[in-house]
């Protein structure tokens, strides 16, 4: 143990750091005097000359509480710190002292102790451009001289806030021990804020791909928040990280108590939490941060023993990353996209901005290709007779900070590529290396990607030149394996070989065969090197063309370079066709010149050109319905959701055909065909939805063209969400499909009293009046207001929507009250079809299918009556004295909560992200079902609709804050009482102790019991008030706030119907992942995190101790008790209010009461 | 001319109960009072999950959302969402819940 190295340490065991060293010095009060004059007030580094005792007492304290190691006090030991007292001349010797303190004080020990240099942030960003690279990188330099001279036994770059700042001090460590000729372990520790970045906007995914690539031995998180706000960043890293993973969190997230900084978390709770984290994800290192004490350390100590050093499969998959997010290199579906117009030889507008020093245009361009769906960025502005260095500096200075993905550094200067990577704060990808001229330049420039962290793009050229063969590429390719991976060491993920393109388009025979060559080499290349990636400078191989036929080509060359298994492609993503969209016609010439498939008679490419001779063609004339009929396209246009051609097609029809015609016999054929397919499961509502989209663009452009405005309509409705309901999205899917398949439809919107719906009638007419409604409750106002309508003489056609209904409540019990037909709609078709029939004199037949469908079930009630209890065994639970169920088990320690009463809190979208249920958002809310698609029929639907989407919108709701995310959450001392009570104290009225003097009862909640399985009521799970043990009732409110509702509205009346859908859907589940967000937060509080389940997909499965019980679920049925609850929570204080209804106000509001009795689950009443 | 018939047993409660050959989980737990709660009942909550003790075989099998569900809990194949299945044969049934 004694002579082990720090690093075999940390195979062996968990090890143990220090805790706040700053707050330690401030506690000896230091004096002017201390310091040695007023113009070196408050540099602490200097105390390790003036006051090395005080240094050495800290540091021994920390030993003597069980650490391991100790961090130097170096913290702003460096040049640019130091210069603000003058003494940027004493960096080197300050550091040696500071090391050879602590390292006279472990030597004092027994066992063995460890000194770690601590390498602060220092007082300037870099990639703010606070301070240029020189210098900061000078600054670390001589401290890293200082800590390698004076011994330490690891560096540690600390608190790091910007990647920039850690790729030079990390830098400057290896080159520091370089020249001294010593090799120590370098550790990198970021600090992520409350936002869930680091302070210039990196997350935590960016960090590990920039960091990895360091050669770190250690990365981890200290400071600025505590354990529970690191755990997220902690799992990610100790899932992903190839290295260890080290915790040095605050305790606990610093709280300004009378102008005085207050950490909160006490030794224990701390150490409870560390360990938390420790138990469910496995971390090498433990130590505290700001606001914890040697107290903390020891703390940590005596749990230290119960950990057992870390055995991590961590996964990392290799990516490359800018200064804010990540991209995986192994991102599906393949290709990664590298965007090729922010380069200076490939467009114009580029090359024009770059001529005029324009450097913001340049940028535009650059934020316009991430727009348009490039993940990582060609940037080359190699220009004759310009300084490259200097443009890229510029360029890079402005565009880091504001596009968010990676780089591609394109140039074959050595110096423009290593100022480019000095300036690019994430992992790039320097473009590229060859061996046109030998080894030594490739090997300079792989030099420089090991220096800085970055991957690299071969080409397949050698001294002989281009490979032009497969043969050619695969041999070369290998070279560069042999260089790139075997001896420079690389992953190799991060070897990109591109095996070249060439034009088909100038005829000449020497390149007649060159894609089939190259895409030969794809293959090859995949078999041999799987973890390799390739990529193609796409366009070559259309160039000489004409634009349109370019983009066939290109387009083409793709599909087929993908399917053999290509990763990357330089391309413009705007100007790639989906290959289903090329007419087969130009699909056959195009992959004839492609394969190289001349004939004596017949040469593709002379094809092409006569095709696109003409000048006047339009590009449009190339897309699939090319020779198709109009018709035809319109009807394609329709089940395809294409809305931007739709208009221009119509207007083409409009020569042939009147409007009317136009639109009932081809746009709302088209919309049957989506009727069917939906209904048959081919189609899901998403798809649906955009059909509807392109429909309503159609009929926008028509409607001028007919005379008669409504003479189209095949009738109207009158749509409503009943009394009491604030529930929109079902009935505005229904007039979606309605309005957009010829019907009026009069949207009078939610909590609609039936006497308004019945003056709309009297005043404007309609052919049926649907209702519709999510609540329980709202089916008996359905039926209430059926029983008014009667009272009222009327008989119109009225058809029932909505979750909580049934067939046979609605053709019974509803019917039953009213002399005109009440028809089921069970979903929008349905009441399409419904509509469809009852304004085409349809009614009897429906009400006759509807009376034989019943005789039928009647003649076999056998189903239903034939299910026949045989014995309802012994096992029937008895209930105990007080009425509550016997199953339940009694006695269980009642936990203590960390306060009484209710707090706000406070969380960022990202973190509520992290929550998110994505298989019930995209099953579920979004209505992505497999129904009859085939496996891969339904992942493709996943990978190329669902999940985009998905990303889509998260990116859109963070960077819009598009959401209000607030919470509010407690504890209560709380009872049950009776058999089906809870009741809820005062926290302040409780006394503790033998005589309990007054509890004062602020809320009471009743609930329903099962007649029986378990009977179990909510009640049962809380201390009854008898046993005179006072229990702990959590509760809690999160909200979305009124903006969720406003953003999806927006859309809504923007026509952009799917939007609109996907907003609804995953703000409502947005609120159920903040609701399990603070439910975890609640779980940790009470101590009973211990049993949560690992994978977020178990959590949300209930996949912890205990329930949380939300009103208007079948154990809590009544939604009356939001008042009590509401009350208790003060939910006004973020803006939430009960309507007359009950329910909660904004929409996408969720409360709670939570229990953490372990045999509390949901049950039905 | 009548369904062959089931039993399904719901081991939680020693409940017995006999239905037509073909009926869905969820109206066996209707009909009968059974102890089980359901969700989503589209197979995304997962709040319906069971065990079958025995008679694994006489169930229909999983709908894609059903088998997608329990996969990605890595769930153990004798377990079920109650509200994706019908009864083919006779059954024990356990109640997991979620």
């Given amino acids: 143990m004694k002579n082990l190295s720090l690093s075999a340490a940390l195979q062996e065991r968990v090890l143990l750091l220090d805790g706040a060293m700053g707050t330690q010095i401030f506690a000896n009060s230091p004096t002017i005097e201390d310091y040695g004059g007023i113009e070196f007030d408050g540099c602490v580094e200097l105390l390790n000359e003036r006051r090395p005792e005080w240094i050495k007492k800290i540091h021994e304290n920390y030993f003597r509480a069980g650490a391991d190691a100790v961090e130097t006090n170096t913290f702003g030991c460096n040049e640019i710190v130091l210069a603000e007292f003058g003494l940027e001349h004493r960096v080197f010797d300050l550091n040696v002292q500071a090391v050879k303190i602590a390292r006279e004080v472990a030597e004092s020990f027994g066992e063995k102790k460890w000194v770690i240099g601590s390498v602060g942030p220092g007082t300037k960003l870099l990639t703010l451009l606070q301070v240029d690279y020189p210098t900061m990188y000078r600054s670390y330099y001589e401290q890293m001289r200082g800590l390698i001279a004076g011994g330490a036994d690891a560096v540690l770059i600390e608190t790091a806030q910007d990647l920039g700042q850690v790729k030079i001090a990390a830098r400057a460590a290896r080159n520091a021990m370089k020249a001294a000729g010593k090799k120590i372990p370098v550790w990198v520790q970021m600090t992520i804020e409350t936002t869930g970045t680091m302070l210039v906007g990196s997350d935590v995914q960016a960090a590990l791909a920039s960091i990895e690539m360091l050669g770190v031995d250690v990365i981890g998180m200290n400071c600025a928040t505590g354990p529970d706000e690191m755990r997220p960043h902690l799992a990610y890293l100790c899932e992903s990280a190839p290295m260890a993973v080290s915790c040095l969190p605050n305790a606990g997230l610093p709280e300004n108590r009378n102008g005085q900084t207050y950490y909160p978390l006490g030794p224990a709770q701390f150490a409870e939490r560390v360990q938390g984290i420790s138990k469910d994800f496995g971390l090498n290192i433990l130590g505290g941060c700001c606001g914890t004490t040697p107290e903390h350390i020891r703390a940590l100590a005596d749990i230290r023993g119960r950990l057992n050093p870390p055995v991590r499969a961590a996964r990392y998959e290799r990516s490359v990353s800018s200064l804010y997010n990540s991209v995986s290199l192994s991102l599906e579906p393949r290709p990664l996209y590298v965007g090729e117009r922010t380069n200076a030889n490939g467009s114009k507008a580029f090359r024009d901005a770059l001529s005029r020093d324009d450097f913001e245009t340049m940028v535009e361009i650059a934020k316009e290709q991430s727009k348009e769906g490039a993940h990582i960025l060609d940037v080359c502005v190699a220009y004759v007779s310009r300084d490259e260095k200097r443009d890229m500096c510029e360029f890079l200075k402005r565009l880091v900070t504001q596009v968010n993905i990676p780089l591609m550094i394109d140039s074959t200067e050595v110096p423009v590529i290593e100022a480019a990577l000095q300036h690019a704060p994430g992992k790039c990808i320097v473009n590229s290396i060859n061996f046109e001229d030998g080894e030594e330049k490739p090997r300079k420039i792989l030099d420089l990607c090991r220096e800085y962290g970055a991957a690299v793009v071969a080409l397949t050229i050698d001294e002989k030149g281009m490979a032009k063969t497969c043969d050619e590429k695969i041999q070369i390719a290998e070279r560069l394996y042999r260089l790139v991976v075997e001896e420079y060491g690389f992953a190799p993920e991060d070897l990109i070989i591109d095996p070249l393109t060439f034009t088909l388009g100038s005829g000449e025979a020497e390149w007649r065969n060159s894609a089939v060559e190259t895409l030969n080499s794809i293959s090859v290349l995949r078999e041999r090197y799987p973890r390799v990636k390739t990529i193609l400078g796409l366009s070559n191989v259309s160039f000489g063309l004409k634009p349109w036929p370019r983009q066939i080509l290109n387009s083409l060359m793709l599909y087929h370079a993908v399917e053999r298994g290509l990763t990357m492609a330089i391309l413009n993503a705007s100007k790639i066709l989906p290959v289903a969209r090329i007419s087969p016609e130009h699909r056959k010439i195009f992959e004839a010149l492609l394969f190289n498939q001349r004939t004596e008679i017949a040469d593709p490419l002379k094809e092409i050109l006569s095709a696109f001779s003409d000048p006047n063609a339009k590009q449009m004339q190339a897309v699939n319905d090319d020779n198709s009929p109009v018709e035809e396209k319109l009807k394609n246009d329709i089940i395809d959701g294409r809305k931007n051609q739709i208009a221009a097609h119509a207007l083409e029809a409009l020569k042939t055909y009147p409007p009317l015609t136009i639109i009932n016999d081809i746009l709302l054929d088209g919309m049957k065909t989506v009727g069917e397919r939906f209904g048959s499961g081919q189609m899901q509502l998403p798809f649906v939805l955009e059909s509807a989209e392109s429909m309503k663009a159609a009929v926008k452009v028509l409607e001028p063209f007919i005379e008669k405005k409504d003479g189209y309509r095949k009738g109207r409705i009158i749509l409503a969400t009943v009394k009491g309901d604030v529930h929109d999205i079902g009935k505005n899917l229904v007039e979606i499909i309605l309005s957009n398949n010829g019907f009026e439809v009069l949207n009078l919107g939610i909590k609609q009293p039936i006497e308004s719906i019945v003056e709309t009638y009297r005043s404007q007419g309609a052919d049926a009046i649907g209702l519709s409604g999510l609540l329980v409750k709202s089916t008996v106002i359905m039926k209430e207001n059926l029983e008014y309508m009667a009272a009222h003489g009327f008989d119109i056609p009225v058809i029932l929507g909505g979750a909580a209904l049934t067939r046979d409540f609605v053709e019974r019990e509803c019917q039953a009250v009213y002399k005109g037909p009440v028809f089921y709609a069970e979903d929008a078709f349905s009441g399409l079809h419904l509509m469809e029939k009852i304004c085409s004199g349809g009614i009897a037949e429906l009400l006759a299918a509807r009376r034989q469908a019943a005789e039928k079930s009647a003649g076999s009630a056998e189903s239903r009556d034939k299910i026949v209890v045989v014995r309802r065994g012994d096992k029937k639970v008895d209930l105990d004295a007080q009425g509550q169920s016997g199953w339940v088990r009694r006695g269980h320690t009642v936990p203590q909560p960390p306060f009484w009463g209710v707090r706000k809190a406070e969380h960022s979208l990202t973190e509520v992200f992290d929550y998110l249920d994505d298989f019930a958002l995209l099953r579920s809310r979004w209505g992505f079902a497999q129904g009859q698609l085939t496996d891969a029929e339904f992942e493709k639907v996943l990978n190329e609709k669902a999940r985009p989407t998905l990303e889509r919108l998260k990116e859109r709701v963070i960077r819009e804050k598009a959401l209000h995310p607030a919470a509010l959450y407690g504890y209560f001392p709380a009872c049950s009482r009776g058999s089906n009570e809870i009741v809820v104290y005062d926290p302040h009225s409780i006394r503790t102790g033998a005589g309990v003097t007054s509890r004062e009862v602020i809320a009471r909640f009743e609930f329903p019991r099962q007649a029986n399985g378990r009977q179990l009521c909510i009640a049962d799970f809380i201390a009854h008030e008898a046993t005179g043990i006072v229990d702990v009732l959590g509760v809690q409110l999160v909200t979305m706030g009124h903006v969720a509702s406003e953003k999806a509205h927006a859309a809504y009346s923007d026509n952009q119907f799917s939007e609109y859908f996907f907003m609804h859907g995953l703000s409502t589940e947005l609120t159920e992942a903040y609701a399990e967000l603070i439910h975890a937060q609640v779980r940790m509080d009470l101590g009973i995190h211990g049993r949560d389940a690992a994978s977020r997909r178990a959590l949300f499965s209930q996949g912890y101790q205990g329930s949380r019980y939300s009103f208007g679920y079948p154990a809590c049925p009544d939604m009356e008790l939001n008042a009590p609850l509401l009350k208790l929570l003060g939910a006004e204080q973020i803006g939430v209010t009960l309507s007359e209804s009950f329910q909660m106000v904004p929409e996408q509001t969720t409360s709670a009461l939570v229990v953490y009795h372990p045999q509390a689950r949901y049950f039905s009443t | ?98």
């Fill in chain 2, 1 to 98: 001319m009548s369904k062959p018939r089931s039993k399904v047993f719901f081991v939680l409660e020693d409940l017995e109960v006999e239905v037509p050959h073909g009926t869905k989980l969820s109206e066996v737990v209707e009909a009968s009072g059974a102890d089980i709660t359901f969700g989503c009942k589209s197979g995304t909550c997962g709040t319906c999950r069971v065990r079958v003790v025995d008679g694994n075989r006489n169930l229909s099998a999983p709908t894609p959302e059903e088998r997608d569900f329990l996969s990605s809990l890595g769930a153990a194949d004798d377990e079920r969402l109650g509200c994706q299945f019908c009864v083919l044969g006779d059954v024990s049934i356990d109640y997991i819940g979620s």
